[in-house]
């Protein structure tokens, strides 16, 4: 005869229990499955964004752009800081509009250029096309090329050229050309916090 195994069971004297104390898992134990998105918060482009992850496990946190303000902030200068490399601003004596510029070598070198260009061949130079046309005065190096940003290494350096491009060109003050104004939300919100902490 064949016994079931149910029926086996059935038959078999109970086995001694074993008891098992329920233990309350350990709060560091549970297995954590949340996700956190950081998203920078520009505004309700950003709430639109971040409500697409309402039901799913992965949890929004808010940061602000003081990460990329600091970035953006002129650093402290070297004793010659026309040695160094990165975005300047170069503006103009007489009417002081600007012209904003990056560059990979030195600042001294960059001015020295737009010097030659004055001689040469103004179209060259946004600067010295100003200059020439309007017969206004070349400025100088020590009073008239700013250093804006110097950095290290070229990442940021597309960036904080665009960005201090349109920063000049909000308030209509830039020789550089049109199409090279970038029109960018992050930019208006980072302008808007310089002007709030300039108050
Ligand atoms: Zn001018």
């Known amino acids: ?54 039901h799913t496990n992965i949890k929004i946190a808010y940061r602000t752009n003081n990460n990329l303000l600091r970035h953006l902030t002129p650093n402290p200068q070297p004793l010659d800081p026309f040695t160094r490399s990165d975005v300047y601003r170069l503006s103009c004596p007489d009417c002081c509009k600007a012209c904003i ?24 130079s946004k600067y010295a096309l100003h200059a020439a046309t309007q017969q206004y005065t070349f400025g100088n190096i020590q009073e008239h090329m700013q250093i804006l940003h110097t950095h290290n290494k070229s990442a940021h350096l597309n960036t904080t050229e665009k960005f201090y491009i349109f920063k000049e ?31």
Do not use: C
């Open 169 to 199: 060109a909000s308030i209509s003050n830039h020789l550089n050309d049109h199409h090279t104004v970038p029109n960018s939300k992050i930019f208006q919100t980072i302008l808007n916090d310089f002007r709030e902490e300039s108050h």
């Open 101 to 124: 510029g990056q560059t990979g070598r030195d600042f001294r070198t960059r001015y020295n250029e737009h010097k030659r260009a004055l001689q040469y061949n103004p179209h060259t």
């Open 1 to 54: 005869m064949r016994v079931g195994k149910s029926v086996k069971t059935q038959l078999l004297p109970d086995p001694p229990q074993k008891i098992n104390p329920i233990i309350p898992p350990h709060p560091q134990r549970k297995p954590t499955t949340q996700s956190w998105a950081v998203f920078t918060y520009t505004g309700k482009e950003t709430t639109y964004i971040t409500k697409l992850f309402r």
